[in-house]
Every structure is written in structure tokens, then in C-alpha cells.
């Protein structure tokens, strides 16, 4: 996790690194940190926190030649000696990292004549830097002389006061990209902070070195031999960067969902043809984390039922101990929005190495998920800051219905169903954008809530469930309805909210009968779904729609509940503590 940004180029105020570091604050945000080249020396502050209350010294510094970090934290406390940047003593140096050096501590050991300050493994890398300067080495060298025995996912940013007009950018399993402007050129973990400046990227790869001055750079592998990198031109996001009208950034992707699905739907049909002959003789297994995980239990429901492709769905963390197990025909799907999660790019390199081909749907264009992909769908549905996933699920869902259909040789027919459910997914927030609210006060003071459903409506439950805990802190669980009587009904007692999901399906019986059974044990039980029932204490009602399009419909009344409740906490739903974004970290 953690975003670093850099720049160097003609004099600009340094409120404008502060400006991008803060758009990449939903990459961590315990602390932050910019190191500024101010004259012939390095200026240098830290701070705890979000990046708030920036000194009008360092809004104001102009200098040609800066980094910055926002860190999740994973080595060290939270505190101001761990953020970076790390500068060496006597303030030549300084250096940004976002990733996880693995064998920092024999390295720490080894360069044990250093002064340590923080608690880091970053720190170790900008000793091992310093070190190798002393020998008389020169920046570049002494870079790529470090990183040529660091173990691990790193990004780092690196610049000394003695090779002033040098910026070292340095990529390995950790995204960074440069960013080529009028002005000079930027360095940073995404395009998010870098498009208000340029359309024009350079997307490093792994093990590059970037050697950057004020208008040009050269790339280089960690043995100084030359690489060639291409500036691409990106176009701009489908919606806007900033909250709009809304209060947080979370709240304005649930809304803009119905926009944004039918952009997502602007898709070429003939990827999805070439992708269905490349998983029509495979064993297909969907990999992915958290809410693109839950979307990937949807399409093994879209494919089983509708195409007669039977994939199974592994969660990404746990797939490198089951790829040697995986038999030789097999083809690896990958879901991430953001296309940077350690977890699903391990596996997939795993996954390569085997001989299986790879298949992806990703949001973020040219992500390290993208390109190390033979097809790739992509999500476009726009920048998605809110720590929570909420546009990318629905955008998810409907590309995979799309693709199942569309193996199934039902293309265009599924095009058309689904660009008439955007109309649909607008009355399903506009229904409930504001009744929702007395039920998430209620929910301010209990301490569990259950989901539950059955067949498509329990990944439906997982993805609710996963959105109310992450950014309320309330314990919320999802159960297979007709589970409760296996276990967790022992949990049921009086009052405490059971939120049945239960459009009128072909489940819809049985569901309702495991509501009946929970409230006879004392649950408050909340309905969701387009008939109401005497079951339900709390109603929440969704338009009709084909069952295996009501996941959709379903789900943004029930991210607003989430929304709300965190808001009604006090808890900021766009930054939920202890979470990132992008896990770009194992
Ligand atoms: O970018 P990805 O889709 O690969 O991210 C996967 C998870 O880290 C992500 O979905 C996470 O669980 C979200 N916080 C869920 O809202």
C-alpha cells in the first residue's frame, strides 16, 4: 500500500506535491511526508495523520526538485520517525518507498556501522544507497548497486543534494509510473494525482530504474543495461475526479452506479468472443480479493447457469498453495479494480509460470494486472477513491453476466438487458437514498448484524456484509439462509438485525421460512427485495427486474445502509482505519 509521488522540472510550489500526495491518500493515510531540494539542501517535514494542516512553508517552498509518501503502515509504528520520506544524516539524501523489503533485517545487519532511526525497512535501502555513495559511486550507481539485493515488492523515489538535478525512480512489484508534463516530469504510484497535469504516462515495469531529469528520462534494467519504456497518452476519466456535491467519495460512487454501468457496458464484443474460445476447453478459475472476490462468486453463478462453463472462484491469497494442484488445461481469471493487489498478482505470476493463460477484468487501465494479462475486460467506470468498493462491484457484475451470456453466443440480447437495468438501479437508490437512514440509525448501537440469503442472494449477503464491517466497525457476518439452523442461530437473540435478502425468486420461499424461523428467536428482521412479506419489521423495497439481474438492483440500497451507519458513527467511510485501498502488500 502506501502512494509516493515525485517531480522534478521547473521550480513549483510545493503545495502542488502536497495536492497529489493527497489524492493519493486512499493508498494509506496514517502519516505523510515531503522532501523538497530547497537551494542546495534538503528540506524535509513529516506529520501523523491525514494530510491536514500542511505549514504555509511548505505550501509556499518552491523547488524543482521534490518526493513525497503517505504510508500505510506495516514496519514500524505510526509515529513521525517511521513516515517518510527517510533522509540520511547531514540531509543529502532522501528517499520514498511504498512496498515490503523482505530481508531488511539481514541487510540492517550488514550495514551495522549506519545510525538507524526509525523502526522501517524502508530505512535500510536509503543506508544500503548511502553506503554505496561513499565507496564514490555515483547516484545511479549506487542505486541500482542497492536494489540489485533487496528481497521484496518495492517503488522508490530517491534523490541526493549532490546530483541536483537527478530524480531515481526505481519499480519492482510495486506499481509507479512517470508522468511527462510541460512543466517536468512527475513520478507517482497512479495516474489519479498525475491527470489534472498530463495525459502522457510512461508505465515502468518491473525491475526498471527510471534515471529522470527536468524534460527527459532514460529507463534501465537493475544492471544499468538500457530498456525502452513508451510514453502512452491515456484519455481522461469517464467521471469526475472531485465529490461533486456529495460529503464523501464513497457516497458519490454508489449514485453515479447506474451512470457508470451503462459505460461499462460500452464494451467490444470481439474480446468477448476471443475469450470464451479460450475458456471453452479450459478448466476456469476466478481469482480475486474482498468485493472483486464476492463479484467473482457471481460469475460462477452467470457461467454455470447460463453458458455450461463450470469455474471455480479461490480466493487470491490462498491460490499460490493450490496452483500446483491445478490441472494442466487451466485458465486463470483474474478480477481486481484496481489491478495492483499483491495477492492476485502473485498468483497470476504463479500462475504463468505454470503455463496457464491469463484473463482479466480490471478497472485501472495498463495496471500491472492488465499487462500481465493475454485478454483483459476492462471496467471502465472511473476513478474509485472510496476505500469501499461500490462502483466497481456492480460494473463487475454486470461484465460478467455479459461475458456468460456472451459465451453462450447471447451477446447483444444481454446488452440490451442490461443497459435497460440502469434505469432500474436509479429507482433502487432513488427509493431508498433516504429511508435507509432511520434504519442505519438504528443500527448505530447494535454490535452484530447477520445477512443472510440463499442461491445468488448470499454472495449478495457476503458483499453487504463486508461493506457494513469495513466501514462501520460492526460486526456483520453473511450465512447461506438455510445454514442458520447448522450453527448460527445460536447467535439470535432479541433484537439483534438479521437482514434477509429476498427479491421474489425462485429462493424466495424458502428464504422467507429461515426469516420466520430467526424471528421466532427474538431477530429484528430486515427485508430487501420487491414484495413485502408480514416477516419483515423494516422493509426495504427494490424495483422488479429478472432474477439474475436483482444482485444489482439489490446492492446499492444496501451500500447506502452501509454509508450511512458509518456517517451516523462518526466514521469516515472513505478512509476506515487499518485499510488501504490498493493492498499492494502479501
Ligand atoms: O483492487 P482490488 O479489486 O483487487 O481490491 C481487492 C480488495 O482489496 C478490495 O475489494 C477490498 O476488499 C475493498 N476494501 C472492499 O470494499
Redesign the pocket.
Same mark, same amino acid.
Given at each position: 500500500m502506501c502512494g509516493i509521488v515525485g517531480f522534478i522540472g521547473e521550480p513549483i510550489k510545493g503545495k502542488i506535491i502536497t495536492g497529489a500526495l493527497k489524492k493519493l491518500e486512499y493508498r494509506g493515510y496514517d502519516s505523510w511526508g515531503v522532501a523538497f531540494l530547497s537551494g542546495k539542501k534538503i528540506t524535509f517535514f513529516k506529520a501523523v495523520g491525514e494530510i491536514n494542516g500542511i505549514p504555509k512553508k511548505i505550501q509556499e517552498i518552491k523547488s524543482g526538485l521534490a518526493i513525497g509518501h503517505t504510508r500505510w503502515a506495516t514496519h514500524g509504528k505510526i509515529n513521525e520517525v517511521n513516515a517518510h520520506p527517510h533522509v540520511s544524516a547531514g540531509n543529502k539524501l532522501t528517499l520514498v518507498h511504498n512496498g515490503i523489503i523482505e530481508n531488511f533485517s539481514e541487510l540492517k545487519k550488514e550495514l551495522c556501522s549506519h545510525n538507524f532511526c526509525s523502526e522501517t525497512d524502508s530505512e535500510v535501502v536509503l543506508h544500503l544507497i548511502e553506503e554505496n555513495l561513499s565507496k564514490g559511486m555515483d547516484l545511479l550507481h549506487s542505486v541500482s548497486k542497492s536494489v540489485s539485493v533487496l528481497k521484496g515488492s518495492f517503488s522508490l523515489l530517491v534523490f541526493s543534494s549532490d546530483e541536483p538535478d537527478k530524480l531515481i525512480a526505481v519499480k519492482n512489484e510495486s506499481p509507479l509510473l512517470l508522468g511527462i508534463s510541460d512543466k517536468g516530469i512527475f513520478a507517482a504510484s497512479d495516474q489519479i494525482p498525475l491527470s489534472s497535469f498530463t495525459d502522457k504516462f510512461v508505465f515502468l515495469e518491473d525491475k526498471d530504474i527510471a534515471l529522470i531529469s527536468k524534460n527527459k528520462f532514460q529507463c534501465f534494467d537493475f544492471d544499468l543495461n538500457k530498456v525502452e519504456r513508451k510514453i502512452l497518452k491515456v484519455k481522461s476519466d469517464v467521471t469526475s475526479s472531485g465529490k461533486l456535491k456529495y460529503s464523501h467519495f464513497m457516497l458519490k460512487e454508489i449514485m453515479e452506479q447506474p451512470f457508470v454501468l451503462r459505460n461499462a457496458l460500452e464494451q467490444e464484443k470481439k474480446i468477448f468472443n476471443e475469450i470464451f474460445l479460450m475458456m471453452k476447453n479450459s478448466s476456469v478459475f476466478f481469482i480475486?480479493?474482498?468485493?472483486?472476490f464476492n463479484a467473482s462468486l457471481f460469475g460462477k453463478e452467470f457461467f454455470s447457469r447460463i453458458s455450461g462453463i463450470f469455474p471455480q472462484v479461490i480466493d487470491a491469497s490462498e491460490f499460490p498453495y493450490q496452483v500446483d494442484f491445478l490441472p494442466k488445461n487451466s485458465l486463470i481469471f483474474a478480477?481486481?479494480?484496481?489491478g +495492483?493487489?499483491a495477492d492476485?498478482l502473485d498468483s497470476v505470476k504463479k500462475a504463468k509460470k505454470k503455463g496457464f493463460k491469463i484473463v482479466s477484468m480490471v478497472n485501472v487501465f495498463n495496471s500491472s494486472l492488465a499487462r500481465a494479462s493475454d485478454k483483459v475486460i476492462y471496467l471502465n467506470c472511473g476513478e474509485e477513491i472510496g476505500?469501499?468498493?461500490t462502483k466497481?462491484f456492480t460494473s463487475q457484475i454486470a461484465l460478467l453476466y455479459l461475458l456468460a451470456s456472451s459465451c453462450a453466443g447471447k451477446f447483444d440480447s444481454a446488452l440490451t438487458e442490461l443497459k435497460k437495468v440502469f434505469l432500474k438501479m436509479q429507482q433502487s437508490i432513488e427509493l431508498n437514498k433516504n429511508s435507509i437512514k432511520f434504519l442505519s440509525e438504528k443500527f448505530k448501537s447494535v454490535k452484530d448484524v447477520y445477512f443472510i440469503g440463499r442461491s445468488l442472494n448470499y454472495p449478495l449477503a457476503l458483499e453487504a456484509a463486508?461493506?457494513l464491517k +469495513?466501514i462501520s466497525y460492526i460486526h456483520a457476518e453473511a450465512f447461506p439462509a438455510g445454514s442458520l439452523k447448522h450453527g448460527p442461530l445460536a447467535l439470535i437473540s432479541d433484537g439483534v438485525p438479521v437482514i434477509v435478502v429476498a427479491p421474489k425468486d425462485s429462493v424466495f420461499s424458502d428464504t422467507i421460512n429461515n426469516a420466520i424461523e430467526a424471528k421466532s428467536r427474538g431477530a429484528f428482521i430486515v427485508g430487501i427485495g420487491d414484495e413485502e412479506n408480514p416477516v419483515f419489521d423494516f422493509f426495504i423495497k427494490i424495483p422488479k427486474v429478472k432474477e439474475l439481474l436483482f444482485p444489482l438492483i439489490l446492492i446499492p440500497p444496501l451500500q447506502l445502509l452501509a454509508f450511512h451507519t458509518a456517517v451516523f458513527l462518526e466514521r469516515n467511510p472513505d478512509k476506515p482505519r487499518n485499510?488501504a485501498k490498493?493492498?499492494t502488500v502479501k
Open positions: 480475486a480479493n474482498g468485493t472483486s478480477l481486481s479494480q484496481s +495492483e493487489t492476485v476505500v469501499a468498493s466497481a463486508l461493506k +469495513e485499510l490498493v493492498c
